[in-house]
């Protein structure tokens, strides 16, 4: 098991910015990936972005240039910059967690180990 446990949700106007925190634990291999993803009520959760174990990153179209993820491996604790919100940014997002290497955001089956979720609200 790899427990994750996210933190950092909050409410803000359009064009603010937020930093999600997801503290990992239990890795026993090198290799791993990570990534964030969204999901609002009635949707499909949808990748965001992922990181690889040798800090390669990668982002879903509709975050890249104002999200940034990124990872601090002494502390086990995963990031994600999020800057310019917008009111479509809002939904419950998930830290995930896998052993394997790659960078992978897209793919949800990718990933075995989920968060419980932070929320965002962005409001216009």
């Known amino acids: 098991q790899v427990p994750l446990v996210e933190s950092g949700g909050d409410s803000v106007q359009s064009g603010g910015s937020l930093r999600l925190s997801c503290a990992a634990s239990?890795?026993?291999?090198?290799?791993?990936?990570m990534g964030w993803f969204r999901q609002v009520p009635g949707k499909e959760r949808e990748g965001v972005a992922g990181i690889s174990s040798d800090g390669r990153t990668c982002y879903a179209d509709y975050v890249k240039g104002r999200f940034t993820i990124s990872q601090d491996n002494a502390k086990m604790t995963l990031y994600l910059q999020m800057n310019s919100l917008k009111p479509e940014d809002t939904a419950m997002y998930y830290c995930?967690?896998?052993?394997?290497?790659?960078?992978?955001?897209?793919?949800?089956?990718?990933?075995?180990?989920w968060g419980q979720g932070t929320q965002v609200t962005v409001s216009s």
């Open positions: 995930a967690a896998d052993y394997g290497v790659g960078c992978w955001f897209s793919s949800r089956q990718k990933y075995s180990y």
């Open positions: 239990g890795f026993t291999y090198r290799n791993y990936y």
